[in-house]
C-alpha cells in the first residue's frame, strides 16, 4: 500500500500550472521511456510532452477526465490540451525510492525528485528539474 500524502507532515498542496501541453494519442500499445522509467501505454492512452520536453503516457480514462482540448484541437484527438485545475499534494524525496504502477511499470526517483499524489492509490515521480516549472504551491 502506497503511503498518503495527506496525512504526512512533510508534504504540501501543490497545482499544476496551466501550460499548453503536446498530446499524441496512441494508435498502438508500446513502451515510452520516461525521465523516471519505462512505462506501458495501450492504444487510446495520451502521450503527453510537458514544457521541459519531458514526455509522459496518461490512461485514457484518466486523461478524458483530467486534460481539456485547447481549440482548434478537439477533444479526444491528438493536439493541444491543458491540464483542468487540479490539487494535488506532494513532497520532495531525500532518498531514492520509486513507485508502482501495477504492470504498466516502476518509475524510480533519485534524492530531490518529488513524489506527487493525484489520490491516495494515484501517485508519480516529477524530477526535480522540472518540479518547480510545472507545479505552483497553494499553502
Given amino acids: ?9 512533510n508534504a504540501r498542496r501543490y497545482s499544476k500550472r496551466q501550460d499548453t501541453l503536446l498530446v499524441e494519442i496512441a ?3 508500446g513502451v515510452l521511456a ?16 510537458g514544457p521541459a520536453g519531458d514526455r ?24 493541444h490540451y491543458r491540464r483542468r485545475a487540479n490539487v494535488v499534494w506532494a513532497k520532495q524525496m531525500t532518498d531514492e525510492f520509486e ?18 499524489q493525484y489520490a491516495p492509490a494515484d501517485q508519480s515521480i516529477v524530477a ?3 518540479f518547480a516549472k510545472t507545479y505552483v504551491a497553494l499553502d
Fill in 34 to 49: 520516461t525521465l523516471e522509467g519505462d512505462i506501458a501505454y495501450a492504444p487510446g492512452d495520451a502521450l503527453v510532452t
Fill in 99 to 116: 513507485v508502482t504502477l501495477g504492470a504498466r511499470g516502476v518509475l524510480r526517483g533519485k534524492a530531490g525528485d518529488w513524489l506527487v
Fill in 1 to 9: 500500500m502506497k503511503p498518503d500524502l495527506s496525512c504526512d507532515a
Fill in 128 to 130: 526535480e528539474s522540472i
Fill in 27 to 29: 494508435s498502438a500499445s
Fill in 56 to 79: 509522459w503516457p496518461v490512461g485514457r480514462e484518466h486523461f478524458d477526465t483530467a486534460y481539456i482540448a485547447v481549440p482548434p484541437t478537439i477533444q479526444g484527438q491528438s493536439g
